[in-house]
């Protein structure tokens, strides 16, 4: 007999180095990206300081700003000093980017938790209503407004939403994070409606499924009523199956909040990353882009566990 | 195709006709500006209003949709290739290489798909066919995925280890039976994929990452409209209104060619009995019985119960007997109103149960009665207890439900289970059949019911745990008084149990009455052909082959590796046995026992084999347990017989008369050979399997379990077939669980146990335990009690 070494101990642990490993290629794949892209921050500063745009300014400040080391060096020593917190100097600001991104996660983290929570409550009234509706008419609704809302693109949702409520009837702030959680209804929904419909979607089919299986025919013919069959049963069931669809669409949130943020203007990491992006901004790019990454990977990875812990079937195949 | 679906199509059509001959249509008129026509509101000069350049709307639309074609198509095409490819490479392969693909495709999944496309638009400068490329760089890995997921699945059905057992190389399974199979899927995801790279081209364009203005662009568009979202909200509404649709459209439209592809698989065959309700006298039934008079059952149209009359006094046990198909578990359904809520059912007639009448009593009264007066326990397929909760909770819910006066405990011990308190903790998918059905027994006395009815309560089940079934069933019937009706087609079973017997045909009763009088004189003809399938004379006896050995296998070994951390398993702990020429040798034993590897090592399909296996032919066939699954589901009987002669290298001049002879020694005719598999009986099923594995002219054929899917009128019918082809046809290895179905057929009984042969029969006295067990299980179900009355083993 092999030796028994594990338990759940193990396979988090086991889970965890995977989603490090993950998080390090991801590193050197957008490290690989920036290093074959056109132009660089030395350009962007040089543009901005003004004066006639020369190849010998370019190269002083490249190699002021250590651009023009060999790229495996500049990522060893990135990885390096990433380790001990230091995760370099925005050229654009001049400041320490790891204090900036820390001031950025805050934001980013309320409005992704915020439209996870619209996204849940959303995905389970859809599911729900699909399946529990005796009549045609309110499940036909809700199936042509879900897909009416993954059909339409976050911003131009977005430009609606602030024309109505925030111009015409003034009941939200237009732009940025003044006025607390008033500031946050209308990211959260653009964020979360359309995760939502997607969530509904997928948990609806599901729990159509799963209402054909017999043990819902064993729990009927045992005396239960339909809507315990349909809650206390079905919708475990469905959800468990559900929860690696969910993780992914969850996790794509994180990509949301660049659009969101951008629409809303919400100083978020979001934000950050395109305007790093913008500005050809190396070390601010790859520690947004990486953190962003991060998010995407442990939600996937929770919900993988979340799916394992909860339905034994699930274990060998996660 | 229903008006929506058409209304998608034409949207479509109407994108990738803009899309493909835009500039011929606007003539370039799109960046035209007229400042003196600026934000001019929709009318008959320009149909969507103009915007703020004074540039017509209309045209701008249907120009803005090249871009988003040309990204479609770009995407799609890059999805198929990679994604496609990355899956059958990884499925088809397997191994160290799946694993690393695996990780390739997790590595682009864990990236944030808008994020990279960003981070690519960004770098590699913002264009159309940039965002394409971007785009079609992260949107593959669900491709891989569902496609890695289906090859994988379909290599290891039986119907493609059944073309390669008949000689057929890698690439024809690969492009003529797994690849087509993967259209359904992969359409309903590329219509997915479609609507999502419209939505994102156009957010990239806001992020400033896609085409720029004054290109025409359905997100430069909207993003140009925005500061006119009260002024012109046209400027607004038409571009939106243009991404929205086309990408609704595409969902849409892959929904139903997604279901398309897939046909077959999900539809189920209605039958649909018609003819006026048999108007049968009930006898009158006082107490706690149940009588069934005159029910109608309608689902979705089609009658499946064509008025049912049938009386179980209480206290008493009822056998519902019939072919499969013929009404029987449709009867129960529809009196208990079972029928899941979106079947149109309709029912008429009456079911009185202890005196409630349930027929017209809505769906609160019906609850009242269900669990508490009567109980029903459906067929168990695997999937009849709640995958996610441990036993003892699903036991206590119930018995709270009923304020029963039994734990879970006491249920699990009144079912015959050992060690209710280890049971109690385990989950449905830990038991072991028998023991399920136990469970579910237990589940249905939680409410103390006046009647139970169980249906099919031992079909998933192998002979020896079926005695205990039935034993259990009669002892809880003794001890509690309950009123009984069981619902089967093994006669044997229902003469074991019943005091009265219902005969169903074609969703109505034909005979009933006492058990002994219907079954010694059978009045209508499906009860005769049912009594002669439960009783099947013995084979006229006759000398043993002895020919030249011609198979031997010596000390064959499989052993499994452990899951989850557990010790490996031992499949098979080293059998030896020779097949004669001319010879039908079984290997009966109880489910686990390693009959399955056994038939799989000998066909040589089991990787995990040691030891030898001499054969003195060429060809070696296997008929797999599961007829459903042993062929493709797309391919009809006709074709699927004539790529099994081609691969026998018959001359194709030849095929048409060797199929029509094929069909005909399985007894089946013409008009089968165009159905697919989903069209044809059980019965009909197993016999196209049958000619497919003799199409290759085998010189051993080995049938796993051949029969335990059919039921019993059809298991006779083909069991007579069967019998007909020795001689003339191949040798034969016969595995089943049942030892009185394979002594009708086998010289020779090999008896297997724990991954051994350990007896044979028909020599020596001395008998292992596993044979003592075998030949009880075989007692019990074979002699009608009619002319054994209380024979009952102890």
């Known amino acids: ?318 | 195709m229903r008006v929506r679906h058409a209304v998608a199509a034409g949207t479509v059509a109407a994108f990738v006709v803009a899309g493909v001959a835009g500039p011929l249509l606007t003539g370039g008129r799109e960046r035209r500006t007229d400042l003196g026509r600026a934000l001019l509101a929709p009318g008959l000069d320009a149909w969507l209003g103009t915007d703020h350049l004074g540039r017509d709307e209309l045209v701008r639309v249907v120009a803005g949709a090249r871009g988003s074609v040309v990204a479609v198509g770009v995407v799609l095409l890059m999805c198929l290739l990679l994604g496609g490819g990355v899956g059958v490479v990884a499925g088809w392969r397997g191994g160290l290489l799946d694993r690393a693909l695996l990780r390739l495709v997790d590595v682009v999944t864990s990236v944030p798909t808008l994020l990279l496309g960003l981070v690519l638009a960004g770098l590699l400068g913002g264009g159309p066919v940039q965002v394409a490329l971007a785009l079609g760089l992260t949107l593959w890995p669900p491709y891989a995925r569902v496609v890695r997921t289906e090859t994988r699945l379909r290599r290891g059905e039986p119907s493609n280890q059944a073309l390669r057992l008949l000689g057929a190389g890698p690439a024809r399974i690969l492009l003529r039976h797994i690849l087509p199979s993967l259209g359904g899927p992969v359409v309903v995801l590329l219509g997915i994929t479609a609507a999502e790279v419209i939505v994102a081209v156009a957010t990239l364009s806001f992020l400033g990452l896609g085409a720029q203005p004054p290109a025409p662009e359905w997100g430069t568009m909207l993003v140009e409209s925005r500061p006119y979202l009260s002024t012109a909200p046209w400027l607004f509404l038409a571009p939106a209104t243009a991404v929205a649709a086309v990408a609704v459209a595409g969902n849409l439209l892959a929904d139903r060619l997604g279901g398309w592809f897939t046909h077959g698989t999900t539809r189920t065959a209605g039958k649909s009995w018609t003819g006026a309700a048999a108007k049968t006298a009930a006898a009158p039934e006082p107490g706690g019985g149940l009588r069934i008079a005159a029910l109608t059952v309608d689902v979705n149209g089609a009658r499946v119960v064509a008025g049912a009359t049938l009386t179980a006094p209480p206290g008493g046990t009822l056998a519902i007997v019939g072919p499969s198909g013929s009404g029987k578990t449709m009867t129960v359904l529809g009196a208990l109103g079972l029928f899941p809520p979106h079947l149109a059912a309709r029912v008429g007639g009456s079911a009185r149960v202890a005196g409630h009448e349930l027929v017209g009593l809505g769906e609160a009264g019906l609850r009242a009665v269900r669990g508490r007066v009567v109980a029903y326990v459906p067929q168990d397929v695997g999937s009849t207890l709640n995958p996610l909760r441990r036993v003892g909770a699903q036991l206590a819910s119930a018995v709270t439900l009923h304020s029963g006066s039994r734990s879970a405990r006491e249920l699990l011990a009144l079912v015959g289970i050992e060690d209710p308190e280890r049971v109690a903790r385990q989950r449905p998918g830990e038991l072991s059949g028998g023991m399920r059905q136990r469970v579910l027994l237990a589940l249905a006395l939680a409410g103390e019911p006046q009647v139970l009815i169980a249906d099919e309560p031992t079909s998933a089940l192998d002979a020896t745990a079926a005695v205990g079934v039935v034993e259990l069933l009669r002892r809880i019937q003794r001890r509690l008084g309950t009123t009984l009706v069981v619902i089967t087609h093994e006669l044997g079973m229902a003469a074991r149990l019943a005091d009265t017997i219902a005969v169903f045909d074609a969703g109505r009763v034909v005979e009933s009455g006492p058990a002994s009088t219907v079954l010694s004189r059978p009045g209508h003809a499906v009860t005769r052909s049912l009594v002669a399938a439960a009783d099947l004379p013995d084979p006229p006896a006759a000398p043993p082959p002895s020919g030249p050995p011609l198979l031997t296998a010596r000390d064959l070994r499989v052993t499994y590796p452990g899951r989850d951390r557990r010790p490996p398993v031992t499949a098979l702990a080293g059998v030896g046995l020779t097949v004669r020429r001319g010879e039908v040798v079984a290997v009966v034993g109880n489910s686990g026992c390693g009959k399955s590897t056994l038939a799989r090592a000998l066909a040589g399909i089991e990787p995990r084999r040691a030891g030898t296996v001499t054969m003195d032919g060429q060809r070696i066939h296997l008929v797999f347990q599961d007829p459903a699954a042993a062929l493709d589901r797309r391919q009809a009987v006709g074709p699927a017989l004539d790529e099994a002669l081609q691969l026998h290298r018959v001359p194709s001049a030849r095929i048409p008369a060797r199929r029509t002879a094929l069909l005909e020694r399985v007894g089946l005719t013409g008009a089968h050979a165009e159905r697919r598999p989903w069209q044809l009986s059980g019965g009909e099923r197993q016999r196209a399997v049958l000619a497919r594995a003799l199409a290759g002219e085998p010189d051993l054929l080995i049938l796993d379990e051949p029969v335990s899917a059919l039921d019993s009128t059809h298991r006779a019918a083909f069991i007579r077939l069967l019998r007909q082809l020795r001689g003339d046809g191949p040798s034969m290895l016969l595995i089943s669980h049942d030892l009185g179905v394979v002594e009708q057929l086998a010289d020779r009984v090999l008896v297997m146990h724990a991954g051994r042969i350990v007896d044979e029969l028909p020599a020596g006295q001395d008998r292992h335990p596993v044979t003592r067990d075998l030949l009880a299980a075989r007692d019990y179900f074979r002699h009608l009690p009619t002319a054994d009355p209380e024979g009952v083993p102890s």
């Open chain 1, 1 to 318: 007999m092999r030796p028994r070494w594990g338990g759940p101990v193990a396979v988090v642990a086991g889970r965890v180095a995977e989603m490090a490993a993950l998080v390090l290629v991801i590193s050197l794949v957008s490290f690989g990206l920036l290093c074959l892209t056109r132009g660089d921050a030395a350009t962007s500063v040089v543009r901005e300081q003004g004066g006639p745009v020369t190849q010998e300014r370019i190269a002083a400040e490249r190699h002021r700003l250590g651009l023009d080391l060999p790229p495996h060096e500049r990522y060893v020593d990135m990885l390096g000093r990433a380790v001990t917190g230091d995760l370099g100097v925005s050229v654009r600001t001049g400041r320490p980017v790891a204090g900036e991104v820390v001031e950025r996660i805050g934001p980013t983290l309320r409005l992704a938790l915020a439209g996870s929570l619209v996204a849940v409550l959303l995905g389970l009234a859809i599911g729900l209503v699909e399946n529990a509706a005796t009549g045609r008419v309110l499940p036909a609704v809700s199936r042509g407004l879900s897909l009416l809302l993954v059909s339409v693109p976050a911003f131009a949702l977005a430009f609606a939403l602030v024309d109505q409520f925030s111009v015409r009837l003034g009941w939200f702030p237009t732009q940025g994070m003044a006025g607390g959680l008033r500031a946050l209804v209308l990211p959260a929904l653009v964020l979360g409606l359309p995760a939502g419909a997607a969530l509904g979607r997928v948990l609806s089919t599901r729990l159509r499924e799963v209402m054909a299986e017999p043990y819902l025919v064993m729990a009927r013919a045992q005396g239960f009523s339909r809507g315990a069959c349909l809650l206390r049963t079905a919708l475990p069931n469905a959800a468990v199956t559900s929860l690696v669809v969910a993780g992914n669409i969850l996790a794509a949130l994180g990509t949301g909040t660049l659009v969101v943020e951008e629409v809303f203007g919400w100083p978020g990491l979001g934000s950050y990353l395109i305007s790093a992006l913008r500005y050809r901004d190396w070390q601010p790019l790859q520690a947004s882009v990486l953190l962003l990454s991060v998010v995407v990977i442990v939600s996937r990875g929770a919900s993988l566990a979340l799916a394992a812990l909860v339905d034994p079937r699930a274990r060998s195949t996660a």
